[in-house]
């Protein structure tokens, strides 16, 4: 078998076994490198390595200031150097096969959720990249979705500054489409690729809670 990261060799004798397991579709070595999370001290809530000084997780206080805050927030990769080289590669020079490697990390128990969400990308951004790199990646991992946000956002949230961030109205509206999607006391789980601020995601669940469901959920693809 051939890895879909470094396209070495794997040394694997398929079976009946592991011939459908999703881990083996990475080698041992290139498993072992987007795996690794970097050393320190980190927020318990949000994975942020905190500096020394922090007795509470800044990014933390400052959401509970603003928002009502999802319920948890996990991460499936750190945001090693590997996995950033990964995401700019996903992401900026759109080699889509990537997806089918994140797929691989993707561990979501669908009977633990009503609505699998994913964050909304642009329609010009959509344009520009020419896929949606959240259902991409849950799409080839089999997980069933239900797009329910609509956004019209143009600027990349790296374009901008913490403060524009902030003052930024919220950048969602709720749009099941055709769908009649009942939310009320529903589980949620919204799934975004890069955790930052918690910004983006926490303007999501906003909208989500504003239709009272039961709970909100937070995963993200890696933790910045
Ligand atoms: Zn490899
Ligand atoms: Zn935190």
Redesign the pocket.
């Given at each position: 078998m051939i890895?879909?990261?470094?396209?070495?060799r794997?040394d694997v004798e398929l079976n009946l076994l592991n011939m459908f397991s999703k881990t083996k579709r990475?080698?041992?070595?290139?498993?072992l490198k987007l795996t690794g999370w970097r050393s320190g001290v980190r927020c318990a809530r949000c994975h942020r390595i905190m500096h020394a000084a922090e007795k509470e997780c800044r990014d933390c206080i400052f959401i509970s200031s603003r928002f009502t805050p999802v319920r948890s927030i996990r991460c499936l990769l750190d945001y090693n150097s590997e996995v950033k080289m990964m995401m700019h590669r996903y992401k900026f020079v759109r080699d889509i096969a990537l997806a089918e490697v994140m797929a691989g990390f993707i561990d979501i128990k669908e009977w633990q959720y009503d609505h699998i969400v994913p964050i909304p990308v642009s329609e010009h951004r959509l344009e520009e990249r020419g896929f949606n790199q959240i259902t991409e990646v849950l799409k080839r991992s089999r997980t069933a979705y239900t797009e329910l946000l609509a956004t019209d956002k143009v600027k990349l949230q790296s374009e901008r500054s913490k403060a524009e961030r902030i003052d930024s109205d919220n950048p969602f509206s709720f749009d099941a489409g055709e769908k009649d999607v009942k939310i009320l006391d529903k589980r949620i789980l919204i799934v975004d690729d890069i955790y930052t601020t918690g910004i983006t995601v926490h303007h999501a669940a906003e909208t989500i809670m504003q239709r009272n469901p039961s709970s909100v959920d937070v995963l993200t693809f890696s933790k910045a």
């Amino acid at each position: 078998m051939i890895c879909l990261y470094c396209h070495g060799r794997i040394d694997v004798e398929l079976n009946l076994l592991n011939m459908f397991s999703k881990t083996k579709r990475i080698c041992q070595s290139c498993h072992l490198k987007l795996t690794g999370w970097r050393s320190g001290v980190r927020c318990a809530r949000c994975h942020r390595i905190m500096h020394a000084a922090e007795k509470e997780c800044r990014d933390c206080i400052f959401i509970s200031s603003r928002f009502t805050p999802v319920r948890s927030i996990r991460c499936l990769l750190d945001y090693n150097s590997e996995v950033k080289m990964m995401m700019h590669r996903y992401k900026f020079v759109r080699d889509i096969a990537l997806a089918e490697v994140m797929a691989g990390f993707i561990d979501i128990k669908e009977w633990q959720y009503d609505h699998i969400v994913p964050i909304p990308v642009s329609e010009h951004r959509l344009e520009e990249r020419g896929f949606n790199q959240i259902t991409e990646v849950l799409k080839r991992s089999r997980t069933a979705y239900t797009e329910l946000l609509a956004t019209d956002k143009v600027k990349l949230q790296s374009e901008r500054s913490k403060a524009e961030r902030i003052d930024s109205d919220n950048p969602f509206s709720f749009d099941a489409g055709e769908k009649d999607v009942k939310i009320l006391d529903k589980r949620i789980l919204i799934v975004d690729d890069i955790y930052t601020t918690g910004i983006t995601v926490h303007h999501a669940a906003e909208t989500i809670m504003q239709r009272n469901p039961s709970s909100v959920d937070v995963l993200t693809f890696s933790k910045a």
